[in-house]
């Protein structure tokens, strides 16, 4: 079979690998999409997301001074870009997608100080922002007990099937690309070898096939420098409650290592439903929802947003996987191979960011060099954070949340006392010389960051349970 000729091979159909493809026709560049059109797309994070456009809403007050002002600089050059960017995407494929803005922050009981960094991130950026009890908020019976909401009408949502099919067929109607809907199954240099047999010659190829692409890889990009991209395994669920008439995404701040508790409303009618996210370092994308996380979902739901949600049927579930990188930023360009470039890493603002990973991408490659200053850029130094740092970083008050989630609950009290110990337990731990400290050094050895902190203390129980 005689290899697929292109000026650039885009691996991976997910929002940011369909905007790579998009700005790159634009600028008069022969592509070829590499990956699955149809199907169910399984573990592909773009389809499991609400696709919540969240420029300030997803800071949270533990976040350090530089990483809030990098990570909001970002999404606000997203945010300018979008309206135009999807008039675009409508312009290449025929079918238009409507942003609808506002959304709403609520706060539960006892959080109201989460809501602060996201309002002066807000304002400082020239953004209205208001402050409003939890009882204003159109069609919600928020808890009585919630301690408050931020509405952000400049925060806007899409729906991500809307979106997709839109940038699907922007892509493929489009006179200089070439799509194969195979699988790529390793990739060279200039090379990409498909699981049909096909072979696509590239003089460059995009990355963007999120928690997949190590595999894609010799020695899972080693040798190129490619830093590690860990896996959040996310729950969502779609869900009918003709009873709620909401217009706008309401959300809790993030919380238990997750994005907040939220509700979105679809074209279609029903509620997307969303919040949980669990590291997992053997990502799988055909693994489903585990019934404890559908009982986070529910349960959560509806103790914190609406009690309403008791009666809503679930009409469909999805998961998906979350690529983030050590420091969590994403990965954008070339690699120590030239010729291989990354698109990746955007965690859970994928859908906001994908217009401004195509950007970027798309300079270097028109313009080789071009972000080697960017605080994105693929070959940036990389340590491992040190635990203390993280332990820091709202690391035992995250824990405390991820327990609690499902209705648990502890008195103020027991939750100081309970965040202390475990800030000294696991630093002990991981300090011991022990056959428990050498198994929980290895976890943290593979995925130093935040998230693993719940992993590590289930790996503590099951090691006692052996004992």
């Given at each position: 079979?005689?290899?697929?000729?292109?000026?650039?091979?885009?691996?991976?159909?997910?929002?940011?690998?369909?905007?790579?493809?998009?700005?790159l026709?634009?600028?008069?560049?022969?592509?070829?999409?590499?990956?699955?059109?149809?199907?169910?797309?399984?573990?592909?994070?773009?389809?499991?997301?609400?696709?919540?456009?969240?420029?300030?809403?997803?800071?949270?007050?533990?976040?350090?001074?530089?990483?809030a002002?990098?990570?909001?600089?970002?999404?606000?050059?997203?945010?300018?870009?979008?309206?135009?960017?999807?008039?675009?995407?409508?312009?290449?494929?025929?079918?238009?997608?409507?942003?609808?803005?506002?959304?709403?922050?609520?706060?539960?009981?006892?959080?109201?100080?989460?809501?602060?960094?996201?309002?002066?991130?807000?304002?400082?950026?020239?953004?209205?922002?208001?402050?409003?009890?939890?009882?204003?908020?159109?069609?919600?019976?928020?808890?009585?007990?919630?301690?408050?909401?931020?509405?952000?009408?400049?925060?806007?949502?899409?729906?991500?099937?809307?979106?997709?099919?839109?940038?699907?067929?922007?892509?493929?109607?489009h006179p200089?690309?070439?799509?194969?809907?195979?699988?790529?199954?390793a990739?060279?240099?200039?090379?990409?070898?498909c699981?049909?047999?096909?072979?696509?010659?590239?003089?460059?190829?995009?990355?963007?096939?999120?928690?997949?692409?190590?595999?894609?890889?010799?020695?899972?990009?080693?040798?190129?420098?490619?830093?590690?991209?860990?896996?959040?395994?996310?729950?969502?669920?779609?869900?009918?409650?003709?009873?709620?008439?909401l217009?706008?995404?309401?959300?809790?701040?993030?919380?238990?290592?997750a994005?907040g508790?939220?509700?979105?409303?679809?074209?279609?009618?029903?509620?997307?439903?969303?919040?949980?996210?669990?590291?997992?370092?053997?990502?799988?994308?055909?693994?489903?929802?585990?019934?404890?996380?559908?009982?986070?979902?529910?349960?959560?739901?509806?103790?914190?947003?609406?009690?309403?949600?008791?009666?809503?049927?679930?009409?469909?579930?999805?998961?998906?996987?979350?690529?983030?990188?050590?420091?969590?930023?994403?990965?954008?360009?070339?690699?120590?191979?030239?010729?291989?470039?990354?698109?990746?890493?955007?965690?859970?603002?994928?859908?906001?960011?994908?217009?401004?990973?195509?950007?970027?991408?798309?300079?270097?490659?028109?313009t080789?060099?071009?972000?080697?200053?960017?605080?994105?850029?693929?070959?940036?130094?990389?340590?491992?954070?040190?635990?203390?740092?993280?332990?820091?970083?709202?690391?035992?008050?995250?824990?405390?949340?991820?327990?609690?989630?499902?209705?648990?609950?502890?008195?103020?009290?027991?939750?100081?006392?309970?965040?202390?110990?475990?800030?000294?337990?696991?630093r002990?731990?991981?300090g011991?010389?022990?056959?428990?400290?050498?198994?929980?050094?290895?976890?943290?050895?593979?995925?130093?960051?935040?998230?693993?902190?719940?992993?590590?203390?289930?790996?503590?129980?099951?090691?006692?349970?052996?004992?």
């Amino acid at each position: 079979m005689m290899p697929e000729l292109t000026d650039v091979a885009v691996i991976g159909t997910g929002v940011v690998g369909l905007a790579v493809a998009v700005e790159l026709l634009h600028r008069g560049v022969h592509v070829t999409m590499v990956g699955p059109r149809t199907g169910a797309h399984r573990g592909q994070g773009t389809r499991a997301a609400g696709a919540m456009l969240s420029t300030f809403s997803e800071l949270e007050p533990h976040h350090d001074a530089q990483r809030a002002e990098l990570e909001t600089a970002e999404r606000l050059a997203a945010h300018d870009t979008y309206p135009a960017w999807l008039e675009r995407i409508g312009a290449m494929g025929g079918q238009k997608v409507q942003a609808t803005a506002g959304t709403w922050v609520l706060a539960p009981a006892g959080r109201a100080f989460c809501l602060e960094p996201i309002a002066e991130a807000a304002r400082t950026a020239g953004h209205q922002v208001e402050e409003h009890e939890a009882s204003s908020i159109p069609g919600l019976r928020a808890p009585a007990s919630s301690a408050g909401a931020l509405w952000l009408p400049t925060e806007a949502r899409v729906d991500s099937a809307d979106l997709m099919e839109a940038l699907s067929l922007a892509v493929g109607q489009h006179p200089r690309a070439t799509w194969i809907s195979q699988p790529a199954m390793a990739v060279g240099t200039g090379t990409v070898s498909c699981r049909g047999g096909e072979t696509v010659q590239a003089r460059d190829v995009v990355l963007a096939a999120g928690c997949g692409i190590p595999a894609l890889l010799p020695d899972r990009g080693h040798p190129m420098g490619v830093p590690p991209i860990l896996a959040g395994h996310g729950a969502s669920a779609r869900l009918n409650a003709p009873a709620m008439k909401l217009e706008h995404v309401v959300r809790t701040p993030n919380a238990a290592f997750a994005c907040g508790t939220h509700l979105v409303p679809r074209t279609d009618g029903t509620l997307y439903l969303g919040g949980t996210n669990r590291l997992t370092l053997d990502a799988d994308p055909d693994q489903p929802p585990g019934l404890d996380e559908i009982a986070v979902l529910a349960t959560d739901s509806a103790t914190l947003l609406d009690p309403r949600l008791k009666a809503a049927t679930l009409q469909d579930t999805r998961t998906g996987l979350r690529p983030y990188t050590l420091d969590h930023l994403p990965l954008v360009g070339r690699t120590g191979e030239p010729s291989i470039l990354l698109a990746t890493a955007t965690y859970r603002c994928g859908v906001l960011l994908a217009p401004r990973l195509a950007e970027l991408v798309a300079d270097e490659i028109t313009t080789p060099g071009s972000l080697t200053t960017h605080p994105y850029w693929a070959q940036r130094p990389m340590p491992a954070p040190d635990i203390d740092d993280v332990l820091t970083q709202g690391a035992a008050q995250g824990l405390l949340e991820h327990l609690l989630q499902a209705g648990g609950h502890l008195s103020l009290a027991q939750q100081a006392e309970f965040a202390a110990f475990t800030s000294l337990a696991l630093r002990a731990l991981l300090g011991e010389d022990s056959k428990a400290g050498a198994a929980m050094r290895r976890l943290w050895d593979r995925a130093p960051v935040i998230e693993a902190i719940p992993s590590l203390f289930a790996l503590a129980r099951r090691l006692e349970a052996l004992r």
